[in-house]
Each structure stands twice: as structure tokens, then as C-alpha cells.
């Protein structure tokens, strides 16, 4: 299997220009945070009363949302200013999350929340500083015969396994051994995976010059000018980033509530689950299917079919919608976030790409921590019909506003005149 999956991972060049390794390290790290998500969610949810778990939750995603305001606008830079060193970054939040496993087994095991939160915090924040290298530099490591769509989705796909593999490993170790023993796995993972991030081609730093020295460092304002195609873009994968983390907890209350009629709590849940992770995988596979379409296009026309199926779940609410609405609503993260990754690395220049990556993980993470806050509080008084109209009609004023303003954008483009053959040059009268 292993053989089989370097063949996989090395395939068109991939093995040449580093993208192989690449792969293999983003893989490593999704499975170590499939370990700490499945370890730390039952103490979170599964393991608590309906009304307590629901205070948990609550005091999670504010936990989660307001410092990352603070955070984000702060990592992208600080990465800007060490590309030099990007594999030592990209190393050192993989130790640093290692180092923060470790006691938050321990937070486990004596039930501290008061310390379990912010090391959650941390793991995140770092996750998202290793997200943000990643793609900083997947054009250095982009093989000829592999476009940026592709190679993103490449790296998705292999992900993406991982995670689903680590998540299946790690319900079952948690039962078994116990969460804090689950966490100390990952620990062990997370050091390995910061070796071998120190281990990447040499080419994935940017080399130092004498231009990006005397360069002053971009002002805060240069994060947000990324021009039309990549504001775009951005607002439409918020958007889809809403509707995620409104599914996450509106729909698994609505299964503790059992207000979601089909079967018992636990398969409705892998239903769930099994349908947001196949919808993923969809994403990833389709990306690397349509490299020669236009990024752009493909991220609307994810929201469009997120906002269709929302608004047909609103009106033939049963399980099996609510299943179809969590693998679409996969299906145009996945593939929505990929485009937009693309754009990025087409569309912004290497000095602040990992600037604009930041507020772009920032933006999409404040995004679906929101729409979690609306899931939850949905949730005490709402069935699902009305849930899904709720954000049935979020999505239809999204994509209107989007579609609206790329017309206008379109309309204003300059018209450029044909040439006529009877032009003739300018003479000099004198």
C-alpha cells in the first residue's frame, strides 16, 4: 500500500519537484488533527447533557472566533517576512502543536477546561499558519504537467483519506484507550511530521535578495487589496463557510433533540458524517477533473448548487435531504476552496501571498464559526424546515450580491476597438 500510494503521490513529476513530499507531510498533519478533533469531541458534545454541551459549544466557537480577529492579521505577515525559512516554519508549528497534545492530555484526564480551551486555540491557530505555508508555496513545488487547481486538489484528495482513515482509527481508540492516550499519538505524529517538514527540497524557501531587503513590509491595508476576482471569490467560499458550520450544529442538535426523523442518534450521525466526508472527497476529485475551467466560475457555481439543494431541503425536509445538504454542502467547500486557492496563488504576488492567505484562513474561519452560532441558536426553537429556510435565503441574498456585482464589473471593462486597414501613421508635418 505504501508503494502504491508513492507511485500516486510521485506521479507527473510530483517526486522531482518536492510536491510528493508535500503531499505526504499534508496528509500526515490532517490525520493528526483528525486525532485531536475525534479525541476532543466527546468531551465537548457526545459526553455531556443536551443543555451543557450546547454551553460547551457556545463558549468553544466564541473562544474560537474572537482572538482569531486579533491572531490572523498577524500570521500571514510574519510568514512573509520568513520565506527564507518557510520549511522551518512549517516545522515549527508541527512541534508546537506536538509540544500543546501533550498537555491538553492532560487537561483530559483532570478535566480542566480552563486550559483544554486555549491549547485548542493554539492547535488551531497553528493549523491554520501550516495551511497558510502550505500554500504559499505549492507554485514552487508545482511540476510542469500539473496545473494549480490540480495540485491543489492533489494535495486535498490525499488529505482528505487521511483524515477519514485517523477518524475511523482514532473513535475507536478513544473508546478503548481513552481520548488522553489518543492525543499522545498525536503528539508522537505531529514530531515526526516536523522532521520531515525540515526535510523538504531546499527550493520551497524563497531565496533572500537584496530588492526584498530594502523593500518596506506591506501595511495593513495591502491584505485587503486583492483586487475584484480575489474579493470575489473570497465572499463566495464565506458564504459556503456559513452554510458548513450551520450544518455541523444545527443538524447534529437536531439529532440529539431527535427532531430528525430516520434511525437511531448514532447512525444518523455516521450518515452525517460518512455524506460530508464523501462530499469532500467529490470535491477534491472533481477539482483535479476540471483544471482547464475557469476558477472563478467554479466558485460560484458551487454556491449556486449549495443555495438549490439548501432551498430544496427547506421545502422536502427528511433525513435523507438533510444527508444530501451535508454531501453538497462538502462538495462545494472542498471544491469552492480550491479554486479559490488557486486564484490566490495565480492572482497575488509571493511578497504578500502568505499575508493574503492569513486573513483569507481568517475570514473563512470567522465565516463558519458564525454560521455555527446561528446553527446553535436555530437549534433551541427551530425544526429543520425552518432552519433550512433561514439559510436557504442567507445563501439566495449571497449569490444575488455576487452575481449582481460581477455584472457590473463586467459592463465596465474597457471595449477595445478592432483595427481598420485604413489607418495610416502619423507623419511628421514638419
Not at 296 to 325: D, E, S, Y
Amino acid at each position: 500500500m505504501g508503494q502504491a500510494t508513492r507511485r500516486l503521490t510521485y506521479a507527473q513529476g510530483a517526486g522531482r519537484t518536492g510536491l510528493g513530499r508535500l503531499i505526504e507531510l499534508t496528509a500526515a498533519h490532517s490525520a493528526g488533527d483528525a486525532f485531536i478533533t475525534v479525541s476532543l469531541a466527546g468531551a465537548l458534545f457526545f459526553g455531556l447533557p443536551v443543555g451543557q454541551a450546547r454551553g460547551q459549544v457556545a463558549l468553544y466557537l466564541v473562544i474560537t472566533m474572537v482572538p482569531f480577529t486579533v491572531v490572523a492579521p498577524f500570521v500571514g505577515p510574519v510568514l512573509d517576512r520568513f520565506r527564507s525559512g518557510r520549511r522551518y516554519v512549517m516545522a515549527g508549528t508541527l512541534f508546537a502543536r506536538g509540544l500543546l497534545c501533550w498537555g491538553m492530555a492532560s487537561s483530559v484526564v483532570y478535566g480542566d477546561v480552563l486550559s483544554l480551551f486555549p491549547a485548542a486555540l493554539a492547535v488551531l491557530v497553528l493549523s491554520k499558519a501550516y495551511n497558510v505555508s502550505r500554500a504559499a508555496i505549492m507554485p514552487s513545488v508545482l511540476p510542469a504537467d500539473i496545473t494549480l487547481v490540480t495540485a491543489n486538489a492533489r494535495v486535498a484528495l490525499f488529505a482528505l483519506v487521511a483524515a477519514g482513515g485517523a477518524a475511523a482509527a482514532s473513535a475507536g481508540l478513544t473508546a478503548w484507550i481513552g481520548a488522553e492516550w489518543v492525543l499522545r499519538g498525536a503528539m508522537v505524529l505531529f514530531l515526526i511530521c516536523g522532521v520531515v517538514a525540515v526535510r523538504l527540497p531546499r527550493h520551497v524557501d524563497s531565496p533572500d535578495t537584496d530588492e526584498d531587503e530594502e523593500a518596506p513590509a506591506p501595511g495593513w491595508r495591502t491584505w485587503f487589496q486583492v483586487g475584484p476576482v480575489v474579493g470575489e471569490a473570497i465572499r463566495a467560499n464565506a458564504a459556503i463557510r456559513i452554510q458548513a458550520g450551520f450544518l455541523v450544529f444545527f443538524l447534529l442538535f437536531l439529532v440529539q433533540d431527535k427532531h430528525l426523523p430516520g434511525f437511531a442518534p448514532e447512525i444518523t450521525i455516521g450518515l452525517l458524517a460518512a455524506a460530508a466526508g464523501g462530499g469532500g472527497l467529490m470535491g477534491a476529485a472533481v477539482a483535479s477533473w476540471a483544471r482547464s475551467h475557469s476558477p472563478q466560475l467554479i466558485v460560484l457555481a458551487t454556491l449556486a448548487l449549495t443555495t438549490v439543494t439548501t432551498i430544496v431541503a427547506a421545502f422536502f425536509f427528511t433525513l435523507w435531504t438533510a444527508v444530501a445538504v451535508a454531501l453538497v454542502g462538502a462538495f462545494a467547500q472542498g471544491l469552492g476552496k480550491l479554486a479559490l486557492d488557486a486564484i490566490v496563488q495565480r492572482e497575488i504576488g509571493e511578497e504578500v501571498r502568505s499575508s493574503t492567505f492569513g486573513v483569507v484562513e481568517a475570514l473563512l474561519q470567522i465565516a463558519w464559526v458564525f454560521g455555527g452560532l446561528i446553527g446553535l441558536m436555530l437549534s433551541l426553537f427551530a425544526r429543520g424546515p425552518a432552519g433550512f429556510t433561514v439559510m436557504a435565503v442567507v445563501l439566495a441574498l449571497s449569490l444575488g450580491w455576487l452575481l449582481a456585482g460581477r455584472r457590473r464589473r463586467l459592463r465596465a471593462k474597457p471595449v477595445r476597438l478592432p483595427a481598420t486597414t485604413d489607418t495610416k501613421p502619423l507623419t511628421n508635418p514638419f
